[in-house]
């Protein structure tokens, strides 16, 4: 059995999507060790949540810290020593310094809730209400320099019902959410997704489809 792909995860608030993380590999579902939870937010219930699963854990408090590249430079150090195979933004508040993204091209990933290439950013279930639209999801992308913009490997839907507000869209969206993160990380985990020439491949053929979870 080929060795279980260390995984770091970054976190700015609650950390429903790391407890996902935590709890399918402790199923047995996940080959995957989570080596390092890292937050920008010393208070973030997701440390806590690391720590009880005897997590080592990073707080790199980014309050007052005016020079963005630097501080991204330092949080990226403390990960790297840790020397994850993959970096997974479960909820990360920040818009990350390209130059620190550059050396983890193609391992690193990002949970967005929205159907990228919609709404990128915040707000984006009242996004979705205030157009109208019909459906609603999350999706998974590589991190790129550009907002929630990188290839997208997969989403997965809700539909939008009448009555829905933003606060009940999020709820119903968010088991989806934990179902496509680990999803992803597991196909990762697998060897199965390749980033070649700043695409996606998954099963050895370049990916031309969003894949729904
Ligand atoms: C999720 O909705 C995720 O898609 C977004 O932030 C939220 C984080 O939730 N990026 P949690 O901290 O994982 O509970």
């Known amino acids: 059995m080929p060795a279980p792909l260390r995984v770091a995860v970054l ?6 999507n790391l407890q996902a993380l935590i709890a399918a590999q402790r199923s047995g579902a996940l080959p995957i060790d989570i080596v390092v939870v890292a937050s920008n937010k010393p208070a973030a219930e997701g440390l806590r949540h690391a720590q009880d699963a005897g997590i080592a854990t990073v707080a790199l408090d980014a309050t007052g810290r005016r020079d963005r590249a630097a501080y991204d430079a330092e949080l990226f150090a403390h990960i790297a020593a840790f020397t994850p195979d993959l970096i ?4 990360f508040m920040r818009v990350l310094d390209a130059a620190v993204l550059a050396p983890w091209t193609g391992r690193i990933i990002n949970i967005h809730p929205s159907l990228l290439p919609k709404y990128p950013g915040l707000h984006t279930h009242q996004r979705a209400l205030d ?3 019909a459906l609603h999801g999350a999706s998974v992308h590589f991190v790129t320099a550009e907002l ?3 290839p997208v490997l997969a989403c997965s839907e809700i539909t939008v019902e009448t009555g829905d507000d933003a606060d009940a869209l999020a709820a119903r969206l968010l088991p ?6 680990c999803r992803c990380v597991q196909w990762i985990a697998e060897g199965r997704v390749a980033w070649q020439d700043d695409r996606l491949q998954f099963d050895g053929a370049p990916l031309t489809d969003v ?3």
């Open 131 to 133: 157009a109208g639209d």
């Open 88 to 91: 997974v933004l479960a909820g």
């Open 211 to 213: 894949l729904r979870v």
């Open 11 to 16: 976190v700015s608030g609650r950390g429903s």
């Open 176 to 181: 989806r959410e934990h179902a496509l993160l």
């Open 148 to 150: 929630d913009g990188g």
